[in-house]
Every structure is written in structure tokens, then in C-alpha cells.
């Protein structure tokens, strides 16, 4: 039953055939003739768009409108100019009185944010149909701070765009009025705003900045390894070099990885253009430790140095010395830093109480970057003596060397014979006094002989006698 009303409805397909069939005959020139209807007029239209110079203005976006009869209105798609600021177009009307028919068509014109429009009669003027907007050239340079020409992307407003040739120029058409230029150049920006009142020029100067990081072990040797430098990734030469150029940011994080070890720093590009970047993978090598007791204070010293010529040290970043050990009694390890008292040797000082027993100590030491050696060692405490001998408490005073007073008795010699000999001296000297009686006392030789001793003639020498003759004269 269903399928039998189905089949009894009309179709409305043969009713589109026919009514579009009989409109094609109505609008066919032969039918409008017939009932009066005029063909209209139509135009393949040429624009053009000029600036305030009268030059041509590439990609100006134009479209064109017109009634194509009372009731209905045509529309183009919207295209932008061609180099020689030119775009291209087909028109038609048509009106079913020839008194009717409407001859006026507008071209619409948009750039840099500008709009114009103009009205024009199909009978009247001729190709191409121009309109003008208010814009002008700019000149576009871009350089380093050294004037070196850059090659970049710029923009204007966010709508005009262009990019700087090798020689770095570039030549914008913008609208008159203020305008704000952004310039680009490895992910970095500057900003500038003109204002546009006719041809003009305007400049970019971009700081820019190179850098030479050298990858490097403890030891010296080169490593060719993967840098990160701000958001690249770079790989380091057989030398162990990376070469960085045009750097517009002032700083310029870097990170390498070697191994399990990591490294990373911040170069200030004002600064420097060249620098290190050094894995120290090498512990620091703790000596002998060296240890005295005095019965309540242990002082350990001990040296501790970090090899390499491009070692990190020990004297900055995480760079420590500790001395770990357990006090008497006590199960929590206890902590002191050993300080610098010398050329790579640290010392630390631990209280230990007479009768304290053994003490094991550990040093721990760790260079700048981080490594870590330890050294274990047991300082041995003297017995002290039983606590039932009596000693006394009196402490006896020093010996001291008093040579003055333990040889006293060789000065007093030494004054007695320097008085014994000048008294002889003097004695010895003196001229003869006169013998008891008045008798003048004369040394016989038989006397001098006799005497040990030799003794000068006191007075005068006895002149000595002449021989006599027979006369006794």
C-alpha cells in the first residue's frame, strides 16, 4: 500500500527542466528583442593603483562593484595589483528597459590599511581606470655595528613585508601617517616607528656578537662533543672548538654533556669572545695526613691537591675539605672543615678528652666541580700512666745556662793578675830610693849573675875608664 502512494506522487524535476528552459528563451537576445528588453553593456576593465607620486603600488587589494540591473548588484572578486600595480576584470549589465540601464560601476581599493574608492561611467573616460592612495617609498637598511649589510625580514604594521637583499636594502611602500617597523634577525627584534609624510629613508643597526668555545679535559686534551648554545645545538671540532657568529643577545647560556658529567655556564657576550669550558673529571688526591695530640686536642693537617693542568681546584665553586669522625660515646658521625693553612694543605682541630680511646677519622675532599676522594685513617692515643703512682703536682722550674754565674772565679783570676801585673809594671819602673845610712845601693855583677832574673840598671850608666899612663893620669 505504501509503495503504491509512492508511486502515485508527482516528480519536481521535470518542473526545474522546464522552468529553467523557459528562462534561457526569455533572456536570449532574440526573445529580449522581442519584448524590448536592451543587451545592457559590459567592459573587461583594467585598474590601476598609484601612489602619492604617481607610481604604481604592487599588491594594493582592489575589487569592483556595479548594479547588473535594478534589483541585483555584481560583485568581482577581490585581487591584488601585479608589479605594475595593475589588476584585471569582466563586467556586465543588462536591464529590461533601455532608459533603465545603469552605466555606473566603483572600483575599491585597500593598502597598508588605507581604503579608497571611486565611481566611473562605462561611457565615459577610457583604460586603465586609476585611483591613488596616500602612500609613499621608504627605504629600508639594515647593517651590524660594524656596517656590515644584513640580510632580514622586516615588517610594517603587521600587513607590508619585505626582506633586505645581500647589499641589505629593501624598499617598502607605506601608508602615510605613523608606521611601526619591526625588523628580525636571528630570532631577534628591533622596533622602530616612522612617521610617513613622503619618501623617506630609515636604518637598522643590529649589535651582534662572536664567540669562540673551546671543549676541554682536566688534562688539556680537546673534546669533540655536543654544545648547546641558547636554543641550538652545536658540535665541537677535532680541537674541541665551537665557532658562534651573529649573537644579537648580550648573554649566551651554554650547556655540554661528557659522559655522566654536565657543565654549564652563562657567557656575557660584552665581555668576552672566547672562553673555556673544562670537564674535570678527575678527583682530588689527599696525602698523608699528619696528627698531634696534645692530651686534650688532636690537630690533623693534611695535604690535598687537584691534578691537572685545567683542574677546577680547590679553592672555589663546591670545592671543600671535611674531617668526619665519631666522638667518644656518640653514634652520629660528627662534621668539621679543615681550613687552608698552606700551599694545597688544610688542617682541622678535634677535642678529645685524656683516656678518649682510638679515634678514626675520615677526610673528605671535593674540587670545584664536584669530585670527591676520602681517606680513612686511626690515630693511636698514648696509655696514660696508672692511676694509683703518685706524681707530684709541682712542676720544676727549667734549667737555664747561666754561664755568668758558673764561671764567676775565671773573671776574678783574670781581674787579679791584670792588678798583680800593673802593680809590677809600676814598681818595676820607679827610680831607686836610698838604702838605710845614706850609702847609695849598687848592683854587683856577681849579684846580677846570680839572679835568675834580668832587671835593667836603675840611674844612671857608669861612664867608662880611660886606660892610664905611666904618669897616672
Same mark, same amino acid.
Given at each position: ?60 587589494? +582592489? @575589487?569592483? =562593484?556595479?548594479? &547588473? #540591473? /535594478?534589483?541585483?548588484? *555584481? ?6 595589483? $601585479?608589479? !605594475? ?15 533603465? +540601464? @545603469?552605466? =555606473?560601476?566603483? &572600483? #575599491? /581599493?585597500?593598502?597598508? *590599511? ?6 566611473? $561611467?562605462? !561611457? ?350
Amino acid at each position: 500500500m505504501q509503495a503504491s502512494r509512492l508511486s502515485r506522487r508527482p516528480s519536481v524535476l521535470p518542473g526545474l527542466l522546464l522552468s529553467s528552459f523557459l528562462l534561457l528563451i526569455l533572456l536570449s537576445p532574440h526573445t529580449r528583442a522581442q519584448v524590448g528588453i536592451t543587451s545592457g553593456w559590459g567592459e573587461q576593465l583594467e585598474v590601476r593603483i598609484l601612489d602619492g607620486h604617481d607610481r604604481p603600488i604592487p599588491g594594493a587589494m +582592489v @575589487n569592483v =562593484t556595479w548594479p &547588473i #540591473n /535594478a534589483y541585483k548588484w *555584481g560583485v568581482t572578486h577581490t585581487v591584488a595589483t $601585479d608589479a !605594475r600595480g595593475r589588476a584585471h576584470f569582466s563586467i556586465a549589465t543588462y536591464e529590461f528597459m533601455a532608459d533603465k +540601464v @545603469n552605466y =555606473t560601476f566603483y &572600483i #575599491n /581599493a585597500s593598502y597598508d *590599511g588605507k581604503r579608497v574608492s571611486g565611481s566611473f $561611467d562605462h !561611457r565615459i573616460g577610457s583604460q586603465p581606470r586609476t585611483l591613488w592612495i596616500p602612500a609613499y617609498r621608504v627605504d629600508l637598511f639594515t647593517r651590524d655595528q660594524n656596517g656590515r649589510a644584513l640580510s632580514l625580514d622586516v615588517v610594517a604594521d603587521g600587513q607590508v613585508r619585505a626582506r633586505t637583499n645581500e647589499n641589505g636594502w629593501a624598499q617598502l611602500v607605506l601608508a602615510k601617517g605613523s608606521r611601526s617597523l619591526v625588523a628580525s634577525f636571528a630570532g631577534s627584534q628591533q622596533k622602530l616607528t616612522l612617521d610617513v609624510q613622503d619618501d623617506r629613508n630609515a636604518t637598522f643597526v643590529f649589535r651582534l656578537y662572536n664567540v669562540r668555545i673551546r671543549l676541554l679535559d682536566d688534562a688539556g686534551n680537546p673534546l669533540s662533543i655536543a654544545l648547546n648554545a641558547g636554543p641550538d645545538l652545536y658540535s665541537a671540532d677535532e680541537q674541541g672548538y665551537v665557532n658562534l657568529y651573529n649573537l644579537t643577545e648580550t648573554t649566551l647560556p651554554i650547556t655540554a654533556i661528557y659522559g655522566n658529567f654536565k657543565k654549564s655556564m652563562t657567557i656575557d657576550l660584552s665581555l668576552l669572545n672566547q672562553t673555556v669550558l673544562v670537564f674535570d673529571t678527575h678527583a682530588p688526591v689527599i696525602g698523608a695526613p699528619q696528627s698531634v695530640y696534645n692530651g686534650t686536642t688532636l690537630v690533623v693537617s693534611v695535604p690535598v691537591s687537584d691534578k691537572g693542568d685545567y683542574a677546577s681546584g680547590m679553592s672555589s665553586g663546591q670545592a671543600a675539605v671535611m674531617l668526619q669522625y665519631t666522638p667518644a660515646g656518640s653514634l652520629e658521625p660528627r662534621t668539621v672543615p679543615m681550613y687552608a693553612v698552606g700551599y694545597n694543605r688544610f688542617q682541622a682541630a678535634i677535642t678529645l678528652p685524656a683516656g678518649s680511646p682510638d679515634v678514626r677519622y675520615t677526610i673528605i675532599a671535593t674540587d670545584a666541580d664536584g669530585n670527591q676522594a676520602q681517606s680513612t685513617d686511626v690515630f693511636n692515643i698514648a696509655v696514660l700512666p696508672p692511676p694509683n703512682k703518685t706524681q707530684s703536682t709541682i712542676t720544676p722550674a727549667p734549667v737555664q745556662a747561666d754561664l755568668a754565674g758558673q764561671f764567676w772565679w775565671v773573671g776574678g783570676v783574670l781581674l787579679l793578675v791584670i792588678i798583680g801585673g800593673g802593680y809590677w809594671y809600676y814598681v818595676s819602673r820607679r827610680p831607686p830610693s836610698s838604702m838605710p845610712g845614706g850609702t847609695e845601693y849598687k848592683y854587683k855583677s856577681s849579684e846580677k849573675e846570680s839572679s835568675g832574673l834580668k832587671f835593667p840598671i836603675l840611674g844612671k850608666p857608669k861612664p867608662p875608664e880611660l886606660p892610664k899612663n905611666n904618669n897616672g893620669e
